[in-house]
């Protein structure tokens, strides 16, 4: 509130305040257009940024395809190369005769295994609890 003992303002005065404090809205707003410009270029900038990093990552996978393409066709060509390798050593009776031990081998260790742990098992003794019972063991006769 102003006192009554300040001097009104004069007309020319109030005028230049006005248009002083009105001229801030077109510089506000240029200053607000002008930023919505510059963002939607860095955002633009930002889309044409990512887009070029995938088509990059499309260029580095289909070139891992076209390796890994190369690889398994060496692998093809070693696997059938493979049972020449095996006859030239080795007759088919001996390949299969070793795969039977083997596997009887397996089975009578896993038996035994489980035989170990069920005896194991049965002769150890139950321990107590070391937490008191939560029923009464000896039930009062009423």
């Known amino acids: 509130m102003r006192l009554s003992k300040e001097t ?3 007309h020319r005065e109030r005028l230049t305040r006005g248009l002083a404090h009105t001229a801030g809205g077109p510089v506000d707003v240029a200053r607000g257009a002008v930023g919505l410009g510059g963002a939607a270029v860095q955002r633009g900038a930002v889309q044409l940024r990512q887009r070029y990093r995938d088509s990059r990552l499309a260029d580095h ?3 891992a395809a076209d390796a890994a393409a190369r690889e398994l066709a ?3 060509e070693v696997v059938s190369g493979l049972p020449d390798v095996l006859e030239g050593r080795s007759s ?3 390949l299969r005769r070793s795969w039977v031990i083997a596997g009887a081998v ?3 260790l896993l038996v035994g295994g ?3 742990v069920a005896i194991s098992r049965a002769s150890r ?3 107590p609890s ?4 939560s029923v009464d063991a000896h039930p009062r006769t009423v």
């Open 106 to 108: 397996g089975t009578a």
């Open 61 to 63: 996978v289909a070139d």
């Open 130 to 133: 070391p937490r008191p019972p």
């Open 125 to 127: 003794p139950e321990e």
């Open 74 to 76: 060496a692998a093809q």
């Open 8 to 10: 009104q303002l004069t």
């Open 114 to 116: 489980a035989v170990a």
């Open 92 to 94: 088919r009776r001996r």
